[in-house]
Nanobody, 122 residues
């Protein structure tokens, strides 16, 4: 499974961005769960949001709750992260991931990862 992210960039504080992650080499999005993580230099990769493919139930980390929205278009095999009211502390490399089992916020719960897309908020 190949995951390809897009949509990163630079934005001023208070602005918005939408990230996209397309699932390639798969006829359908059959994975149990997909997620967005982020990482800054010298820090652990942390979970931002996840969505369960079966019922589209979403999960969010506390710092982004109410500002970010995760969604999944199964027909387009694309995962989205709509980010609003961005803050400088949201600056990070954002990664798309897919997997099954475990807890949604744990990195080891995901077996497939994209290359990442940079988000910079100033």
């Amino acid at each position: 499974v190949q995951l390809v992210e897009s949509g990163g960039g630079s934005v001023q504080a208070g602005g918005s961005l939408r990230l996209a992650c397309t699932v390639e080499d798969e006829p359908q999005v059959s994975t149990y769960r997909m997620a967005w993580f982020r990482q800054t230099p010298g820090n652990e990769r942390e979970a931002v949001a996840a969505i369960r493919a079966s019922d589209l139930k979403a999960f969010y980390s506390y710092p982004v709750r109410g500002r970010f929205t995760i969604s999944l278009d199964s027909d387009k095999k694309t995962l989205y992260l709509e980010m609003t009211n961005l803050k400088p502390e949201d600056t990070a490399m954002y990664y798309c991931a897919s997997g099954a089992g475990g807890s949604w916020h744990q990195r080891q719960s995901y077996s497939n990862w994209g290359q990442g897309t940079q988000v910079t908020v100033s």
